[in-house]
């Protein structure tokens, strides 16, 4: 399925990656096929398997992809950061993140571009409509499940699946967003970003999608990025006690499009 005509927007793709050489190729092939005005940034942080080279090879045919590359492994949240600098600076509309394994569908990438007309994020929920999660240890389920239901009662953050990685921003609230400020990484990314979006306002929606476990490639969960997530749950609840009194839905916001 391609985007519908009068849809198509300029939209950026940012998949970070360390590792991937197995997985790059396919999902590439998948989300430049989505539609021409959708372009892809790689952000490759010297992968040992030699991703940034084969990205490098496979945007010298496609001028649609860019890959940024980074000295050495430096964490999900930081290559994002870069990548959202990267969109910003070039007058991207609407900015996806994307894990390079394909567990997130670039299929969907129509129905994130649909729900973006009427909010500033849009998150790809694995916990709408029951638990869409194929292939993932009873283990690992139960650790995105109750860390998302943890973050929701610590926080009072609505939103059910809040360590997803596929997400839309709008470019504006990536613009009044403090980049710089941000240090987590991994999970604990995923939550600061939402928890920022939130609490500055911003108008959120989440669409149901089907999580796939990676096949091929290793996973780069750790302990660390747990603990992380773990603690950054905490801070954010107390910060989130004093801000939900002062917390103001944006007035006036009209879709764009
Ligand atoms: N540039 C960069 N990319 C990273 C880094 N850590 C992870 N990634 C990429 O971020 C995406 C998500 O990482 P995953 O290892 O799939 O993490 P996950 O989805 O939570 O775990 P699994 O699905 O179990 O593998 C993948 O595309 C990784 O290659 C990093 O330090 N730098
Ligand atoms: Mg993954």
């Known amino acids: ?22 997985n790059l190729p396919e999902v590439l ?5 989505k539609s021409d005005d959708l372009d892809v940034l790689v952000v490759d942080d010297n992968s040992l398997d030699g991703t940034g080279d084969l990205a490098d090879e496979l945007a010298r045919q496609n001028p649609r992809l860019k890959v940024l590359h980074r000295a050495g492994k430096q ?15 070039n007058g991207y509309k609407y900015i996806f993140e994307m894990d390079a394994d394909l567990s997130h569908d670039p299929d969907e990438i129509p129905r994130f571009l649909e729900a973006i007309k009427n909010a500033h994020l849009v998150i790809g929920s694995r916990y709408i409509n029951g638990v869409n999660v194929v292939n993932w240890p009873l283990s690992r389920l139960l650790l995105s499940y109750f860390a998302s239901l943890y973050t929701r009662l610590m926080t009072g953050m609505p939103v059910r699946d809040a360590t997803s990685g596929y997400k839309c921003y709008r470019c504006e ?6 980049l710089y400020n941000i240090q987590t990484s991994g999970y604990g990314f995923q939550l600061e970003m939402k928890w920022r979006a939130w609490t500055a306002g911003y108008i959120i929606k989440e669409i149901p999608i089907v999580f ?10 750790s302990k660390a990025i747990v603990r992380e997530a773990m603690v950054l749950v905490w801070k954010l609840g107390l910060k989130s006690i004093v801000k939900r009194f002062k917390l103001r839905r944006r007035s006036g916001w009209q879709p764009l499009d």
């Open 1 to 22: 399925m391609t985007l519908p005509k009068q849809q198509d927007k300029r939209a950026l793709i940012i998949i970070p990656t360390y590792n991937e050489r197995e």
């Open 29 to 33: 092939r998948r989300v430049l096929a």
């Open 75 to 89: 964490g999900l949240g930081t290559a994002y950061i870069a990548g959202f600098k990267y969109a910003l600076e």
């Open 173 to 178: 609230l990536l613009e009044n967003i403090d």
């Open 212 to 221: 796939v476990d990676r096949t091929v490639g290793k996973s780069k969960m």
